[in-house]
């Protein structure tokens, strides 16, 4: 009983994050924007490709008319050996100008498909690049590496060859289709008496596929997104002995996963099967029909030579060959349509801190800071800020104290710009915020978080991330100044040593040092540390603030700490609760007036007696 609790406690999990597929008839107006990836390839590869694929088809359509028609009915059964010749060459020549044609068939349509391929991907990460805060705080990272590796690898397909094929295939079968009325309007008509039910059934069997594989590309996205949580979080699951769990939960997804597949492709490969019994129940029609019209020839001008009727069963052939493809390019531009809708979702996010089109690009920010009623939340039903007016002069070291969830990190990523704030103004310098241009603000402004991120690459290139052009020794020299140069230069290969994502050959307190090189390397103007300080051991802390003194001289710092001691030389101290501004002033002045700042200083001091 309690197994089975677990199981579907488990079963529960999954169900509920797992979002539903939403019926949509095709969305034509959507793939003609996907299309539009084409166009800057329209004066050159699309073109060449399209000339190549008129040739291929121009050739097929020809040779069965000179081997049957021609060929049986007038070399061979007139005994003219010289047009017999004449029709071989003829034939092997064309054969040879398709096989060439081919070649740069694959090859231009390969480079067409890929270049697209190329530009979505790139555009795609460059919109996300762009985006608001919010926009990752609403998602998980494997749903977004879903969009920009999974959906867009499943168009490939379709732009290298799904495109080009499909133009081919409807010049095909409009060619074949006029030659077979041509040839015998009677025998025609016969076997297309079968095609509108092809038509009629094949309609319901690809909604049932465009579903599937709607499907398919939510279950994917969930499984990705599991897949990276469960790596990122590795350490927490060991640490609580969740690895059995885990698994399970991992299987219920994998299985979801493979089940949509499973159903996607066994709806997708009915379709190819359906057109080849069409195709078998047109032969034989053609057969019996056929006969009767090559018999009633015999004796009337108005029947079937046998020429015209091998010339029919090649193009009969070629009737049904598009007709599949074009089966499997729809099916293309399903598994397309449903990639498509989600990275159209997320091309079509827009920031929610947008730039103004006359932004001013301000070059030399001194410092000074203002909230003016500011008020801010993350969601309509809990505000993090409550009117708060504040002022930072220029070259001040301030700092921002109070419990969790009080609103320092909140304004914090208010004077980033990360977050826009929902009334009131923030002000730099005398400008609201919002009339800056975002690359002029940020470039300016370092920020130091307590997780620091350490990208894969030198420990020189993680230092040097903020600032790309600067020297190698402007890149000891930041180290120097923050403590760091001493244990870099004991690493393997010192500032060329390679480290990993997020850094994991690293302590946490040297990855906050290397962090705070770079953030002093950078040579911002305005410096904000929200808790940089909470993973370093006291003496290295010592070294930290020594150097700071001599760092954020002429700069303005915002010190975002819970442990006061790394704030007693602040300038000014905002002491916040529930978003409100209740002290402020120096250190000396908030321990004698007594009040809240007291009271944390003294319950610090207490737990450190304890310990």
Same mark, same amino acid.
């Given at each position: 009983?309690?197994?089975?609790?677990?199981?579907?406690?488990?079963?529960?999990?999954?169900?509920?994050?797992?979002?539903?597929?939403?019926?949509?008839?095709?969305?034509?107006?959507?793939?003609?924007?996907?299309?539009?990836?084409?166009?800057?390839? +329209?004066?050159?590869?699309?073109?060449?490709?399209?000339?190549?694929?008129?040739?291929?088809?121009?050739?097929?359509?020809?040779?069965?008319?000179?081997?049957?028609?021609?060929?049986?009915?007038?070399?061979?059964?007139?005994? #003219?050996?010289?047009?017999?010749?004449?029709?071989?060459?003829?034939?092997?020549?064309?054969?040879?100008?398709?096989?060439?044609?081919?070649?740069?068939?694959? =090859?231009?349509?390969?480079?067409?498909? /890929?270049?697209?391929?190329?530009?979505?991907?790139?555009?795609?990460?460059?919109?996300?690049?762009?985006?608001?805060?919010?926009?990752?705080?609403?998602?998980?990272?494997?749903?977004?590496?879903? $969009?920009?590796?999974?959906?867009?690898?499943?168009?490939?397909?379709?732009?290298?060859?799904?495109?080009?094929?499909?133009?081919?295939?409807?010049?095909?079968?409009?060619?074949?289709?006029?030659?077979?009325?041509?040839?015998?309007?009677?025998?025609?008509?016969?076997?297309?008496? %079968?095609?509108?039910?092809?038509?009629?059934?094949?309609?319901?069997?690809? $909604?049932?596929?465009?579903?599937?594989?709607?499907?398919?590309?939510?279950?994917?996205?969930?499984?990705?997104?599991?897949?990276?949580?469960?790596?990122?979080?590795?350490?927490?699951?060991?640490?609580?002995?969740?690895?059995?769990?885990?698994?399970?939960?991992?299987?219920?997804?994998?299985?979801?996963?493979?089940?949509?597949?499973? #159903?996607?492709?066994?709806?997708?490969? !009915?379709?190819?099967?359906?057109?080849? !019994?069409?195709?078998?129940?047109?032969?034989?029609?053609?057969?019996?029909?056929?006969?009767?019209? %090559?018999? #009633?020839?015999?004796?009337?001008?108005?029947?079937?030579?046998?020429?015209?009727?091998?010339?029919?069963?090649?193009?009969?052939?070629?009737?049904?060959?598009?007709?599949?493809?074009?089966?499997?390019?729809?099916?293309?531009?399903?598994?397309?349509?449903?990639?498509?809708?989600? &990275?159209?979702?997320?091309?079509?996010?827009?920031?929610?801190?947008?730039?103004?089109?006359?932004?001013?690009?301000?070059?030399?920010? =001194?410092?000074? @800071?203002?909230? #003016? =009623?500011?008020?801010?939340?993350?969601?309509? +039903? $809990?505000?993090?800020? =409550?009117?708060?007016?504040?002022?930072?002069?220029?070259?001040?070291?301030?700092?921002?104290?109070?419990?969790?969830?009080?609103?320092?990190?909140?304004?914090?990523?208010?004077?980033?710009?990360?977050?826009?704030?929902?009334?009131?103004?923030?002000?730099?310098?005398?400008?609201? %915020?919002?009339?800056?241009?975002? /690359?002029?603000?940020?470039?300016?402004?370092?920020?130091?978080?307590?997780?620091? *991120? @350490?990208?894969?690459?030198?420990?020189?290139?993680?230092?040097?991330?903020?600032?790309?052009?600067?020297?190698?020794?402007?890149? &000891?020299?930041?180290?120097?100044?923050?403590?760091?140069?001493?244990?870099?230069?004991?690493?393997?290969?010192?500032?060329?040593?390679?480290?990993?994502?997020?850094?994991?050959?690293?302590?946490?307190?040297?990855? /906050?040092?290397?962090? *705070?090189? $770079?953030?002093?390397?950078?040579?911002?103007?305005?410096?904000?540390?929200?808790?940089?300080?909470?993973? @370093?051991?006291?003496?290295?802390?010592?070294?930290?603030?020594?150097?700071?003194?001599?760092?954020?001289?002429?700069?303005?710092? %915002?010190?975002?700490?819970?442990?006061?001691?790394?704030?007693?030389?602040?300038?000014? @101290? *905002?002491?916040?609760?529930?978003?409100?501004?209740?002290?402020?002033?120096?250190?000396?002045?908030?321990?004698?007036?007594?009040?809240?700042?007291?009271?944390?200083?003294?319950?610090?001091?207490?737990?450190?007696?304890?310990?």
């Amino acid at each position: 009983m309690e197994k089975k609790a677990e199981n579907q406690n488990i079963k529960h999990r999954f169900q509920y994050s797992t979002e539903q597929a939403i019926e949509k008839p095709f969305n034509w107006k959507q793939m003609f924007r996907l299309f539009s990836y084409m166009k800057p390839y +329209s004066k050159n590869l699309l073109p060449l490709s399209i000339i190549v694929v008129l040739i291929t088809t121009a050739v097929r359509l020809v040779t069965p008319i000179l081997i049957g028609k021609y060929t049986l009915d007038h070399a061979i059964a007139n005994k #003219d050996t010289n047009l017999l010749t004449v029709l071989v060459l003829t034939i092997a020549g064309l054969y040879l100008l398709s096989y060439v044609a081919n070649i740069f068939r694959i =090859k231009w349509t390969n480079m067409l498909g /890929q270049n697209i391929i190329y530009d979505l991907r790139k555009h795609l990460f460059t919109h996300v690049q762009g985006l608001s805060h919010r926009f990752f705080d609403q998602r998980s990272a494997g749903s977004i590496l879903v $969009r920009i590796l999974n959906d867009v690898n499943s168009l490939q397909e379709l732009f290298t060859n799904g495109v080009i094929n499909l133009l081919m295939d409807f010049v095909l079968l409009f060619g074949v289709i006029v030659i077979l009325f041509i040839l015998s309007p009677k025998l025609t008509l016969a076997i297309l008496i %079968i095609l509108p039910i092809m038509v009629l059934l094949s309609t319901k069997l690809r $909604r049932k596929i465009r579903r599937s594989w709607q499907t398919v590309r939510i279950k994917q996205a969930k499984l990705n997104s599991h897949l990276n949580e469960s790596i990122q979080g590795i350490r927490v699951t060991q640490a609580f002995t969740q690895e059995k769990e885990n698994i399970e939960f991992f299987d219920g997804v994998n299985t979801e996963n493979f089940e949509s597949w499973r #159903d996607a492709t066994q709806k997708n490969a !009915m379709f190819r099967p359906f057109v080849e !019994m069409t195709n078998a129940v047109g032969t034989a029609i053609l057969i019996w029909f056929g006969a009767i019209l %090559i018999k #009633d020839g015999l004796t009337d001008s108005n029947g079937l030579t046998v020429g015209v009727f091998v010339s029919f069963a090649f193009y009969l052939g070629m009737f049904w060959e598009p007709i599949s493809r074009l089966g499997q390019v729809y099916n293309q531009l399903l598994v397309g349509m449903a990639s498509s809708e989600r &990275i159209f979702e997320f091309l079509d996010e827009k920031p929610i801190v947008g730039e103004r089109e006359d932004a001013i690009n301000i070059t030399d920010i =001194k410092g000074k @800071i203002e909230f #003016d =009623k500011v008020e801010f939340s993350y969601d309509e +039903s $809990r505000k993090a800020l =409550k009117g708060i007016s504040l002022t930072m002069e220029a070259g001040q070291t301030v700092a921002l104290v109070g419990h969790t969830g009080s609103g320092k990190t909140t304004i914090a990523n208010l004077i980033s710009r990360f977050y826009d704030a929902t009334s009131g103004e923030v002000k730099i310098d005398g400008y609201n %915020i919002k009339d800056l241009s975002l /690359q002029s603000i940020r470039s300016q402004i370092s920020v130091v978080l307590q997780d620091t *991120f @350490i990208f894969s690459g030198t420990i020189k290139d993680n230092i040097r991330f903020g600032r790309p052009d600067a020297t190698d020794e402007d890149v &000891i020299e930041a180290a120097k100044a923050v403590g760091a140069h001493a244990f870099i230069e004991k690493l393997s290969n010192g500032y060329e040593t390679e480290v990993e994502e997020r850094g994991n050959v690293l302590s946490v307190g040297e990855r /906050q040092l290397l962090s *705070f090189a $770079r953030a002093l390397l950078a040579n911002p103007k305005i410096l904000i540390l929200d808790e940089a300080t909470a993973s @370093i051991d006291t003496e290295t802390e010592v070294k930290i603030q020594q150097a700071l003194k001599k760092l954020l001289n002429g700069r303005t710092a %915002i010190i975002i700490a819970h442990r006061l001691s790394t704030i007693r030389e602040a300038d000014n @101290i *905002f002491v916040l609760d529930h978003g409100k501004i209740i002290e402020q002033g120096s250190h000396d002045d908030l321990m004698n007036h007594q009040g809240e700042y007291y009271g944390l200083v003294k319950a610090q001091f207490k737990m450190l007696e304890a310990i």
